[in-house]
């Protein structure tokens, strides 16, 4: 007898809640069709990610309003600001990988900001 490998994808549990009436129709359709909930969710969610922008993009986007935000302000130090967005995108549920990625963003814009200000003062 040879034991079968078997991969194991990680889920994760997302959930909201939807209208009483959406709900029933949702049951209804499962059981016409014969499938659970969570595969109608499955392929909706697939098919609405396919139609998604590239993560490189999103990630851009993030963080230039991340910045733009606190450049507008100025309130706090940018390396507060920085650990509050870090701590903002961990409470939205992003990946570890993706707020290093849009934390690595926000850096470049703050160093590309510093720089300007620092060429525009030397040419006076």
Same mark, same amino acid.
């Given at each position: 007898?040879?034991? @079968?490998? !078997? %991969? +194991?994808?990680? $889920?994760?549990?997302?959930?909201? %809640?939807?209208?009483? &009436?959406?709900?029933?129709?949702?049951?209804?359709?499962?059981? %016409?069709?014969? !499938?659970?909930?969570?595969?109608?969710?499955?392929? #909706? =969610?697939?098919?609405?990610?396919?139609?998604?922008? &590239?993560?490189?993009?999103?990630?851009?986007?993030?963080? @230039?309003?991340?910045?733009?935000?606190? #450049?507008?302000?100025?309130?706090?130090? %940018?390396?507060? #600001?920085? $650990?509050?967005?870090?701590?903002?995108?961990?409470?939205? @549920? =992003?990946?570890?990988? +993706?707020?290093?990625?849009?934390?690595? $963003?926000?850096?470049?814009? +703050? $160093?590309?900001?510093?720089? @300007?200000?620092?060429?525009? =003062?030397?040419?006076?």
């Amino acid at each position: 007898m040879t034991e @079968k490998s !078997v %991969f +194991h994808v990680q $889920e994760r549990l997302i959930g909201g %809640f939807i209208p009483q &009436p959406m709900a029933e129709r949702l049951a209804l359709v499962t059981t %016409f069709r014969g !499938v659970t909930r969570a595969k109608i969710i499955r392929d #909706y =969610i697939k098919s609405y990610l396919k139609k998604a922008r &590239p993560d490189e993009e999103m990630i851009q986007a993030i963080a @230039k309003k991340a910045f733009a935000t606190w #450049y507008s302000n100025q309130e706090v130090d %940018f390396e507060v #600001y920085r $650990e509050q967005i870090e701590g903002s995108l961990g409470r939205k @549920k =992003i990946s570890e990988q +993706h707020i290093q990625l849009i934390l690595r $963003e926000v850096d470049q814009l +703050h $160093e590309e900001t510093k720089t @300007k200000r620092t060429s525009k =003062i030397s040419r006076r």
